[in-house]
């Protein structure tokens, strides 16, 4: 693991969150989801992205990630939080987040999500979670998971690496061809881009190609009442078979293992 695969965890999980605060907005029964609903659904969803994470190689499989995880309730009205223990700094800093965002927001938006990282010389603690809001009270809920910070092998800041980036950015086999055409079409040393990408990726340009199309599939199989045939077509699959093939015989990451949040409400 680099700090480049941290970096893509941490933006697919706000954007996971993001989605789902969108998607329980968006219910009927929103005013009947209990913070312990909401708690458990946002867990599951870290939960699904770290593994799904540890099956591609982009995070290893003895740590442990997941830290815990708490549910922290207060009166708006309340002059100062009364939280206490280990988490009494992070719930202000949630809190202190959330009143950032809450004025930008429309006024039916109730669930918003909510993300905040301490750093230390060796570990990384990443706090993000779902604040409801309610009639006269807000309730944070809070899923809580920690990372391993290890020195990373190359930097995104690295120019060196930066370009590899970009091109994955704007790769499609459709229009591009094999990688090596692709390379060629721009220029570049087909030898030294199959370096940097064991280098920097820590797998062929293709092969991560692969593993960054299953990313928005795990989003739509959690927070989409989508098929799985319409998720394949959505995501630029050619067919629901080389899905299936990528994630459970690649990767062994099987969808019966995938709860279907959006089709549980």
Known sequence: MNTYH???????????????????????ERKY???????????????QYIRLFQAIHFLDHQTEYYHKG??????ESEEELTSNGEYAEIVKLLTESYQRIAGSVSKDRFFLPIHVQRISSAEIQIFIGV?????????ISVVTHQTVYPRPPAS????????????????DPD???????????KGLSYRQVSKDST????????????????IPVLDDLLLSTLSYKEIAYKNGFSSY?????????TYHFPFNRIPRIALEG
């Open 199 to 214: 280098a920097f990726f820590e797998s062929t340009f293709y092969h991560h190609y692969l593993k960054i199309k299953m």
């Open 175 to 185: 229009e591009h061809g094999t990688v090596e055409a692709f390379v060629n079409s």
């Open 33 to 47: 989801l209990s913070s312990e609903t909401v708690f458990s659904q946002t867990k599951e969803i870290i939960r």
């Open 70 to 75: 708490f549910v922290f309730t207060y009166q």
């Open 6 to 28: 941290l970096d893509l965890l941490q933006k697919h999980l706000k954007k996971a969150l993001e989605r789902y605060c969108v998607l329980c907005d968006s219910s009927p």
């Open 241 to 249: 078979h080389q899905l299936y093939s990528l994630f459970h015989k």
């Open 131 to 139: 604040v409801t809001k309610e009639q006269h009270h807000y309730t």
């Open 156 to 171: 995104i800041g690295n120019n060196r690496y930066r370009y590899l980036l970009k091109m994955m950015e704007i790769y």
